[in-house]
């Protein structure tokens, strides 16, 4: 019975903590989708969201509103403003003089402006890490058993994780029915297609481009409030592992495919929390990109991914 506890506590966490790396991922896939470009400073959206949200509820304390619920929907609106706000100047300042230049000069300019936000950030707000104190707390007991020694080893879903799952849930079904069912989405799936063909059919490529860098930088932001409040801490560095670990979701799940980027994301949760539950916490990443080591040499387009069609 403890064995199969401690697996379903395990389960548990990996879907958590893979649903921060899908919503970065989608942002890595949306751009990838309509321009072809890997946005490298894209994990840096996410750090700055976890800082917006830091910032954020100190404020609201300070200001004396403490209800928790009402906080987190003022934060968390607040935080995917500003994270819009900075995806478009990225795209506007850094990626778009560039479109029509070699892949290799935009790649750089990724690099470049994600060492620049790291260091901008890290000179605002210093190199130490910033906590949060819990701000939820309880849950609801699933499990009660006895570990291996024969100590009590309770399994509960936390209202933190509840709150996650759930809103995971709810914005990949409001993104999923704006890309699908609004002008919007089908102007993002037109550019993605063909973006010559879309701007002379009357698409405004540019707005469409901008209005994806910032929807990609507000689910960012979303991950980034999650983070803060599931590990109450972060940095000035921490968008940079995390970035790459939503890019190999995206990788994994299909570069490109919307399903794919948030599937990749919750396979890597579970290829990490399982491995470092079982095995050994320190090769937790190794694990990670061994997986997807294997994923691109047996299915190079990832798990939903199609494969590219060149026209002649």
């Known amino acids: 019975m403890y064995h199969v506890a401690y697996f379903l506590d395990q389960l548990i966490n990996g879907v958590t903590l893979g649903a921060i790396y899908g919503l970065v991922a989608i942002g890595y896939t949306m751009v990838y989708g309509i321009i072809g ?6 994990g840096e959206i996410f750090m700055i969201g976890t800082f917006l949200s830091l910032i954020g509820f100190l404020l609201l304390g300070l200001l ?13 609106v607040v935080a995917m403003v500003f994270a819009g706000f900075y995806g478009w100047t990225l795209e506007r300042i850094a990626y778009r003089p560039l479109r029509g230049s070699p892949r290799l000069a935009a790649l750089i300019t990724a690099i470049g402006m994600s060492i620049f936000l790291q260091n901008y950030v890290q000179l ?10 819990p701000m939820v707390t309880g849950g609801v007991e699933l499990v009660e058993t006895t570990n291996q020694a024969g100590q009590p080893y309770v399994i509960s879903l936390s209202y933190l994780q509840i709150l996650i799952i759930v809103l995971t849930v709810v914005l990949m079904v409001v993104f999923t029915y704006l890309i699908t069912r609004t002008a919007l989405g089908r102007a993002q799936r037109a550019c993605e297609q063909d973006r010559g063909m879309a701007a002379l059919l009357g698409v405004n490529v540019d707005r469409t481009i ?3 860098f910032v929807i990609g930088a507000a689910l960012a932001s979303v991950a980034g409030l999650i983070f803060m ?14 970035g790459i670990k939503a890019f190999t979701a995206a990788v994994l799940g299909g570069i490109g495919s919307l399903p794919g980027a948030m599937l990749g994301g919750i396979l890597i949760g579970l290829i990490e929390v399982f491995f470092a539950g079982y095995f050994n916490l320190e090769y937790k990443d190794v694990a990670t990109f061994t997986i997807l080591v294997l994923v691109l040499i047996f299915r190079p387009t990832g798990l939903l991914g199609k494969p590219d069609i060149e026209k002649v």
């Open 124 to 133: 605002l707000q210093g190199a130490r890490n910033k906590p949060l104190p």
């Open 210 to 212: 901008s209005l994806t």
């Open 37 to 42: 470009m890997i946005n490298f400073a894209h």
């Open 229 to 242: 409040l599931r590990y109450g801490a972060t940095d000035f560095f921490v968008g940079f592992l995390t």
């Open 64 to 76: 004396g509103i403490g209800w928790v619920p009402l906080a987190i929907v003022i934060v968390l």
